[in-house]
């Protein structure tokens, strides 16, 4: 069994509450957009961290970490990218790799809008964080914590930080 905390779209910015919100979790997972150096290396202090690039990463965060990740983990089938759409309206790259790789759990970040989607046509859930940063266009800071445990995704919880404006 491990329990995740799943964030994206920092932008470059550090919510010290995660220190508590996921201090029960074996992972941090990034779903990119994650800004800065210092919020990768913060991060990777903190816990074990498996993250991917996003579009405002720049080039030595995209040598630190991959664009898409596909790994299993507790016997889930994990497939995360920043840029993916949302079921059913995929872009095609993210069509492709769902084709490809076949996971039971999608994970993307990017569009800044929390979603947790049974996506029946691939066979998989489909996840969203939504953004912790405090710039964008989103309303709330919100993130995520779930559980892999024996080929199932369970005790998927929303972690609301509050309004972006709002510190």
């Not at 074990?48 to 720049?58: H, K, L, Q, S, T």
């Not at 507790?74 to 840029?83: A, Q, S």
């Not at 979603?115 to 859930?125: K, R």
């Not at 892999?148 to 509050?162: H, R, S």
């Amino acid at each position: 069994m491990q329990k995740i905390g799943l964030i994206s779209d920092t932008h470059g910015y550090w919510e010290e509450k995660l220190y508590q919100t996921l201090a029960d979790c074996d992972e941090i997972w990034h779903a990119g957009d994650i800004g800065n150096m210092d919020i990768a290396d913060k991060m990777e202090a903190f816990k074990p961290v498996r993250a991917v690039f996003g579009n405002i990463d720049d080039g030595a965060m995209r040598r630190r970490y991959a664009e898409t990740l596909d790994f299993e983990l507790e016997g889930v089938r994990v497939l995360m990218t920043h840029i993916g759409g949302r079921p059913p309206k995929y872009n095609k790259t993210a069509l492709n790799l769902l084709q490809l790789h076949q996971p039971q759990l999608f994970i993307v970040g990017h569009s800044h809008i929390l979603l947790v989607q049974y996506d029946a046509v691939f066979g998989c859930l489909h996840l969203n964080p939504g953004a912790l940063g405090i710039e964008g266009w989103h309303k709330q800071r919100t993130a995520m914590t779930f559980v892999l445990n024996a080929g199932k995704i369970e005790q998927i919880q929303v972690v609301d930080f509050g309004l972006r404006g709002k510190l």
